[in-house]
């Protein structure tokens, strides 16, 4: 367990609506990343972060925003939800030698109506 | 650029009997190589992994896989299927010039028949 939470577990919000998702690590890891999982697609990487205020676009980065102000927190945005941000989201650290194993949060069940 | 492949997207076997999964991957460095298993509603741990050490490696919950080079396989398998094994399976590939960062296959949802 490398202490990862998420939450909210589950929202439901209107488009058009800005949502904050969180993601807090209890142990200082560098690397953070937060993906979407959609039948079929496998996992898809959004942004991620290699440290504080360092942060890059992912494959399907656009309408997502992402913010890293403190080691522990990893804060995913959409800024303006659209049905098609209807996902579940999960954070991931990477961890262990080299720093070469993800470790997942329990995921964020997101729906956009 | 490093890519994944996971052939077939549900791969159904009988309680008992062997499980195969398969991955290909295409690499222009050698690879780190992962399996992770998600089971229904969590996210994904974890299962087994190859970084330059042994070829054939052994996990948790008795799965192993084989690192081969000249086939660009990293096949998952276990000699008995149980029905607490059905969950989605993915395989991922990671190099030190890509910082390690992971891609992904599609998965694999491993279905148990009693």
């Known amino acids: 367990d490398a202490g990862i939470t998420q939450s909210p577990r589950h929202k439901v919000t209107e488009t058009g609506t800005p949502v904050t998702l969180r993601c807090h690590q209890t142990?200082?890891?560098?690397?953070m990343y937060w993906y979407r999982q959609d039948p079929g697609h496998g996992l898809r990487l959004i942004h991620y972060?290699?440290?504080?205020?360092?942060?890059d676009k992912g494959e399907v980065s656009d309408g997502y925003s992402v913010s890293r102000s403190k080691t522990e927190d990893f804060l995913l945005t959409l800024e303006s939800a659209t049905s098609s941000q209807t996902s579940v989201y999960f954070c991931?650290?990477?961890?262990?030698?080299?720093?070469?194993?993800?470790?997942f949060g329990q995921g964020t069940r997101l729906t956009v109506v | 650029a490093q890519s994944v492949t996971q052939l077939g997207s549900h791969v159904s076997v009988s309680e008992g009997a062997l499980v195969l999964l398969r991955c290909n991957y295409s690499?222009?460095?050698?690879?780190?190589l992962f399996w992770y298993v998600q089971y229904p509603n969590q996210g994904l741990q974890l299962l087994l992994k190859?970084?330059?050490?042994a070829t054939l490696v052994k996990g948790i919950n008795g799965f192993e896989a084989e690192f081969k080079k000249s086939e660009t396989s990293f096949h998952l398998t276990k000699p008995s299927a149980h029905m607490s094994d059905a969950a989605e399976y993915f395989c991922a590939v990671s190099t030190p010039d890509s910082n390690y960062q992971l891609i992904w296959g599609a998965g694999t949802k491993l279905i148990i028949k009693p």
């Open positions: 690499s222009s460095v050698p690879p780190y």
């Open positions: 142990e200082n890891h560098r690397y």
């Open positions: 190859y970084t330059s050490a």
């Open positions: 991931a650290i990477l961890a262990g030698n080299k720093n070469t194993e993800a470790f």
């Open positions: 972060s290699y440290g504080v205020k360092d942060t």
